[in-house]
């Protein structure tokens, strides 16, 4: 059977001539009069119908090969997602994640680095991209996929990216690697979540950092944020230098990063070489004044901080409650909401902070009642209105991958530091209401006749209540 081929393209150009056409049926298999008997309108029929197609792929300015699923342009800023808000409000991290791979196309670079992989969807989007010439790196932890700990979504993700790279330039091939610990330390994790576009559709230069993973349950159980920045190359090259870095999975001298952008910061852990003798969020906290805040920020003249942050334990977490219970003393308005704190932690805000302590929201909640907490706050995030440092007017936002842990200080993390009041604002207003719309669902008569709290329930099947947790931090 014949093939007829326009300029060397194949796929849709290229077909069965028998294919071609309705007309070119007409005869039967045995029917050489076909061609002969051909009228002149068939024929120019016949032409048309090959070449328009290709006539519209030139004017368009593509050709279909380089086809992208979706035309999205991802929108700068926070977005938040909400397991409990819907089915658009709970996706709505991954569906722009999905959508931003899916508006790629050919000859450009995705590069993502995430603790854990284990979305279909993403893993799909990204496959896509890479049949159609797409550039795809990914690094995750050796933690959450290994002998003892199947992970079929990396797997099948690896094994897909690996066709067809022998026909790419060395700097176009895709693959998913993972680091045995923190990728550029000697020790800790590979915990950064952060998502690299060098161009979607007519945007340049797109990176998203923040608490969500590349996986499921980073939408379905958990409260995460991401924040996108496009536009920047110094940016883009920053974070692909040290995504560069990673893929080593080799430790580095300076492990710490700072780059300073005008109202933007960032940060990359592990928080290892110079400029690392203090403890960096102790650091921020003893650079908080509570009274005297002007300008509109604050509430009532005393410095408004509001955090959200999943883990906060042993003693760095003691020395950050300490400080915190003490700044609530001096007159800050704090709101908390968190995850799993160590009990000791937990006691000094509750009971060193002065009347009613430092005011929390325990955003965690066991769904099927086995014992185990499996919705949870996964953000680490803390914003401050108010007093910091020479500033009575400050509006400032930290965010960002890292817990307020001592595993985080070795891991690979990324954190950002963003001087406007717009930002702070809406991670303000966010975490506020975090703290006081706990889901009407979590009901503690919901489970029956299993005994009433979590602790209870974990007791009596002798599991520990933050299994999933520590898990997925």
């Given at each position: 059977m014949g093939l007829l081929r326009l300029v060397g393209m194949e796929g849709l150009y290229s077909m069965p001539v028998s294919w071609a056409h309705p007309y070119a049926r007409a005869a039967g298999p045995h029917d050489t009069r076909m061609d002969s008997k051909m009228t002149t309108s068939v024929r120019r029929m016949l032409c048309l119908a090959l070449v328009l197609p290709l006539v519209w792929?030139?004017?368009?300015?593509?050709?279909?090969?380089?086809?992208?699923?979706?035309?999205?342009?991802?929108?700068?800023?926070?977005?938040?997602?909400?397991?409990?808000?819907?089915?658009?409000?709970?996706?709505?991290?991954?569906?722009?994640?999905?959508?931003?791979?899916?508006?790629?196309?050919?000859?450009?670079?995705?590069r993502i680095a995430s603790w854990n992989f284990r979305s279909v969807g993403i893993s799909n989007a990204l496959i896509r991209a890479h049949k159609r010439g797409v550039s795809v790196r990914v690094i995750m932890d050796y933690g959450n996929w290994n002998p003892d700990i199947p992970n079929d979504i990396a797997k099948r993700t690896q094994a897909a990216l690996a066709k067809g790279d022998k026909h790419r330039d060395a700097d176009m091939?895709?693959?998913?690697?993972?680091?045995?610990?923190?990728?550029?330390?000697?020790?800790?994790?590979?915990?950064?979540?952060?998502?690299?576009?060098?161009?979607?559709?007519?945007?340049?230069?797109?990176?998203?950092?923040?608490?969500?993973?590349?996986?499921?349950?980073?939408?379905?159980?958990?409260?995460?944020?991401?924040?996108?920045?496009?536009?920047?190359?110094?940016?883009?090259?920053?974070?692909?230098?040290?995504?560069?870095?990673?893929?080593?999975d080799k430790a580095v001298k300076q492990g710490y990063l700072n780059y300073p952008h005008g109202p933007l910061d960032l940060a990359f852990y592990p928080y290892q070489g110079d400029g690392t003798k203090k403890d960096p969020v102790l650091s921020v906290l003893n650079n908080v004044r509570c009274s005297g805040a002007t300008g509109g920020?604050?509430?009532?003249?005393?410095?408004?901080?509001?955090?959200?942050?999943?883990?906060?334990?042993?003693?760095?977490?003691?020395?950050?409650?300490?400080?915190?219970?003490?700044?609530?003393?001096?007159?800050?308005?704090?709101?908390?909401?968190?995850?799993?704190?160590?009990?000791?932690?937990?006691?000094?805000?509750?009971?060193?902070?002065?009347?009613?302590?430092?005011?929390?929201?325990?955003?965690?909640?066991?769904?099927?009642?086995?014992?185990?907490?499996d919705k949870y706050v996964h953000m680490k995030a803390m914003t401050v209105s108010g007093v910091y440092g020479k500033n009575t007017h400050a509006a400032i936002t930290w965010n960002g991958s890292a817990n307020w842990t001592p595993v985080s200080l070795a891991s690979d993390e990324v954190l950002g530091l963003l001087e406007k009041r717009s930002v702070t604002r809406n991670y303000s207003k966010w975490i506020d209401y975090l703290f006081t719309h706990v889901p009407g669902a979590w009901d503690q008569g919901h489970c029956g006749s299993s005994p009433g709290t979590v602790s209870e329930r974990a007791a009596a099947r002798h599991v520990d209540p933050y299994a999933l947790i520590r898990q997925d931090l």
């Open positions: 792929a030139l004017v368009a300015g593509a050709p279909a090969a380089q086809a992208t699923p979706d035309h999205y342009k991802p929108s700068r800023g926070a977005t938040f997602n909400d397991p409990f808000g819907g089915q658009v409000a709970t996706y709505r991290i991954s569906h722009k994640i999905v959508r931003t791979i899916d508006s790629v196309k050919k000859d450009h670079r995705i091939t895709s693959w998913l690697k993972r680091c045995r610990g923190a990728c550029r330390g000697d020790h800790g994790i590979a915990h950064t979540k952060f998502y690299l576009f060098d161009k979607v559709q007519k945007t340049r230069y797109v990176a998203m950092y923040g608490s969500a993973n590349a996986t499921l349950l980073a939408a379905t159980i958990q409260w995460n944020d991401i924040f996108t920045l496009t536009g920047s190359p110094s940016v883009y090259e920053e974070f692909l230098g040290v995504f560069d870095q990673m893929k080593r920020t604050g509430v009532g003249g005393h410095t408004k901080i509001r955090i959200a942050q999943t883990a906060t334990y042993g003693k760095r977490g003691l020395a950050l409650a300490e400080r915190l219970a003490q700044m609530k003393r001096r007159g800050c308005n704090i709101r908390l909401v968190y995850a799993m704190f160590g009990t000791r932690v937990l006691d000094v805000l509750r009971h060193e902070a002065g009347p009613g302590g430092v005011p929390l929201t325990h955003l965690a909640y066991d769904a099927d009642c086995n014992g185990i907490y």
